[in-house]
Nanobody, 128 residues
Framework: QVQLVESGGGLVQAGGSLRLSCAAS????????MAWFRQAPGKEREFVAA????????YYADSVKGRFTISRDNAKNTVYLQMNSLKAEDTAAYYC?????????????????????WGQGTQVTVSS
């Protein structure tokens, strides 16, 4: 069974930090770039960050660049999103996704239809 399971969400004050984790089954992880997306109530889904299969290449949305860091541990089939200096506008449900290919860049990372598998999401709420 192909699964992506996110964890680590919660309530945090503005300026605080959270680390999200996404544990994946083999087929949904091996050989794939991975990404995080988010969706706030009443808004469209938004790309956050992506990382290549080797971890050697990362790509971020401008809104999180310098504050968020995506990483992965291929031995554990897990991808992480370290979120620092959180703002109220970061409040959203955060979703992990598995890309069709080992590497993506630019538009190829940010388009949701390039991803084959999605998790159920974890809620992040930042209080101001």
């Amino acid at each position: 069974q192909v699964q992506l399971v996110e964890s680590g969400g919660g309530l945090v004050q503005a300026g605080g930090s959270l680390r999200l984790s996404c544990a994946a089954s083999g087929r949904a992880f091996s050989g794939r770039a991975m990404a995080w997306f988010r969706q706030a109530p009443g808004k469209e889904r938004e790309f956050v960050a992506a990382i290549s299969w080797t971890g050697g290449s990362t790509y971020y949305a401008d809104s999180v660049k310098g504050r968020f860091t995506i990483s992965r541990d291929n031995a554990k089939n897990t991808v992480y999103l370290q979120m620092n200096s959180l703002k109220a506008e970061d409040t959203a449900a955060y979703y992990c996704a598995a890309h069709r290919y080992t590497y993506c860049s630019g538009y190829g990372c940010s388009e949701g239809d390039r991803y084959d598998y999605w998790g159920q999401g974890t809620q992040v709420t930042v209080s101001s």
